[in-house]
C-alpha cells in the first residue's frame, strides 16, 4: 500500500513537516531556556546587590544591626523569595535562609564565590551540596572602608522552578507543532489524493482496454498535465479502436475471401502443424476445420504425394507445383505449395508467431518452415477432357461403321451391281438405308448440341400429363402392333398438370418408349404410368424386356453408351442423353431401374404447376 501515490506524498510531506516542527521546537526551547536562565541570572545578580548594600554594616562595620545573620539572611529571603546565604571573608557561612549555617561547610571554594572573589561578580548553575537540588548561584563579595573583601552575599534560586516553566513552554510549543503537523498531514492526505485519483481512473480505464473494452475513455476535469495526459490517453483509445477496426475489417475480408474461395487454401507453421484451413480445403481432404487446426500436415491430408511436396517445399525453401490424383475419391488435383515468410504468415492469420523476427531464420534452424498450400480442384476440367476426348473417339466411332458400308455398297454397285437393276436397287435401298441413319445421327447430335448450350428455349405451359403420355403412344402404337406387344397407359385421375415444353416432353416419352420396344421380345408389356410426389409428378415406363446388366446402368444416359446386346441394334446411343438433357432443362430428375432379364423401369419427374399446385386442379381440365 505504501507504493501507491498517495503515500509516496503523504509520507515525506508528513515527515518534513515533523522534522521542521520537532527542529522549531528544539530551537525555540533552547532560545527560550537561555533567555530565561539570563533573566534569572541579572534577577540574582540584582538581588544581590541589594542584599549586599542591606547587610554591608555587618561586614564592615562589626556592628550588631540587632540580629543575628541568620535572621538576616532569612528576612531578606522572604523579602526575595530567594535563597540568601552570608559569607565571611574566609569562606565561614554566617547567615543561612534555607539551612543550619552553622553545619555548613566552608563556603569559600564555592565557584560563584571564587567568581565573585576574582571578578567581582559570580555566577554558577549546579547541585547544592546543602539542599541536594540543583540549583542557580549569584555571589557578590562586599567591600570594607579599606577596599578589602569583608564577606559574600549569594542569592539562590532552585533551577528546577525554570526548568518547569521551561518545560511548560516547551510542551505549548509541541502541541502546537502535533496540531500544525496533523492539519499538514490531513492537508497532504487531500492533494495526494486528488493527484492520485485521476491516475487510479486512468489505470482502472487503461485495464479495461487492455481487456478488450476500447470504447472505455475518461472524462477530462482538468486542464493541468493530468488533463493533458487523459486527452492523450483517450486519443490513443480513439486510434487504437480505429486500428483494431480496420484490422479486423481486413482480417473478416480475408476470411470471407477465404471462405467462399474455391480453391483450398491451407497453411501450416515451422512445426509443420495446419493452422489455418478453409472451407474448400476442407471439403477436398474430407476434414473439417475444427478436426484439422492443430494437427500435423501429414495427418490431414492423408495422401503420399502430397505429402511429398511438401516435404519437398520444406527442404528446398521454394514453391513446388504439381499435379496429384487422389484415385479412391476420383480427385485430380493441382497442389501449389509455398514457403511463407514471416510478414506474409502474420498477415494471414498467424496466430503464434515466434518472438524472434527472422522467422525465416528461425524455421530454417529447425529445419522447418510455414508454408502456404493451395489446393485447386481439376477434376471437373479433367472430366470434361475426357468426355470430349470420349465423344470424339465415339463420335468417329459411330460414323465408322455407317461409313463402311457406304464405301462397300457404292464399291458393289461400281463394280458389279450396275449391270444388275434388281440388285443395283437393293444396294441403293441399303445405301438409302444408311444415309438415313446418318442423318438421323446427325439431327440428334445437333438436338443435343442444341439443348446443352441452351440454344432450344422451352415454352413452358400447364400441360396435363395425359397430352404428354397419349399422343407419343399413339405415335407409337404402329410399331408395338408390329413387334406383338401391349402398350398400357395407366394415368390415375386427379393428377396435378406439369409446367412443361409439351413436344419436348413428349419426345421424351417417345424416346423411352422406343427405347423399350427395342428391347422387349414379342408377347412383353410396356406400361406408362404416373404418380404426384413431392411436387412433382413422376412418369414410368417399365418393360419386360431383356433388362440392363448393373454395370451397365450408372452410364446408360451418357452420350453413345450402349450396352453389348444393343451394339447390334440400329440406335445411336444418343436417345437417353437427350431425354436427360431435356427432363433437367425442365427442373426434373430421369432415372432407371432394372434386373437383367427381367425388364427395365425408367423414370422421370416434372415440376407440377404451379396453379395446380395451389388449386389441387385435375388432369382433367387441362387445356393442352
Ligand atoms: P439407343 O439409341 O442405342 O437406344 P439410348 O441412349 O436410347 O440409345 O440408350 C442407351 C442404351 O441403354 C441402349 O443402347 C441400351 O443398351 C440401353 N437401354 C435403353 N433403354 C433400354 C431398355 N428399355 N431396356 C434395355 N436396355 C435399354
Known sequence: MF??????IVIPYVVLILTAMGALSFYLTRVVRNSTLEDVQTNLVTSARAVREGVRPVFTTGEEAGVSPDALADRWADLLGRRVTLISAEGVVLGESHAESVLMANHLRRPEVQEALVTGSGYATRQSETLGIEMAYAALPIMDAAGEVAGYVRVAVPIGEVAAEINQLRNTILTAALLTSLV???????????TAGPVRRLTAVARRMAEGDLDARLYV????????LTRAFNHMGEQLREKVDTLAEERGRLASVLELMADGVLITDDAGRVQLINPAAADLLET??????GQSFAQVVRHHQLIEVWQRCQEAGQEQAETVEIGQRDLFLQVIITPLHDGQRSSL??????????????SQRDGQRSSLVILQNLTPIRRLQTVRRDFISN????LRTPLASLKAVVETLRDVALDDPEAARRFLDRADHEVDALTQMVQELLELSRIESGKAPLRLSPTSVADIVLPAAERLQPQIERNELELIVDLPSGLPRVLVDAARVQQVVTNLVHNAIKFTPAGGRITVSAKEEEG????????TGVGIPATDLPRIFERFYKTDRARSSGGTGLGLAIARHLVQAHGGEIWAKSKEGKGSSFYFSLPVAEQDAETGEG????GG
Do not use: F, Y
Request: hydrophobic share 35%; proline share 0%; no cysteine.
Open 536 to 543: 412433382m409428378v413422376v412418369v414410368r415406363v417399365r418393360d
Open 349 to 362: 492469420g498467424d496466430g503464434q508467431r515466434s518472438s524472434q523476427r527472422d522467422g525465416q531464420r528461425s
Open 184 to 194: 499538514a498531514g490531513l492537508l497532504a492526505v487531500v492533494i495526494a489524493e486528488r
Open 3 to 8: 507504493k501507491s501515490i498517495r503515500w509516496r
Open 619 to 622: 388432369a382433367g381440365s387441362a
Open 221 to 228: 476535469t482538468s486542464n493541468d498535465e493530468v488533463g493533458t
Open 288 to 293: 473439417t476445420e475444427g478436426d484439422a487446426l
Open 395 to 398: 463420335i468417329s466411332h459411330e
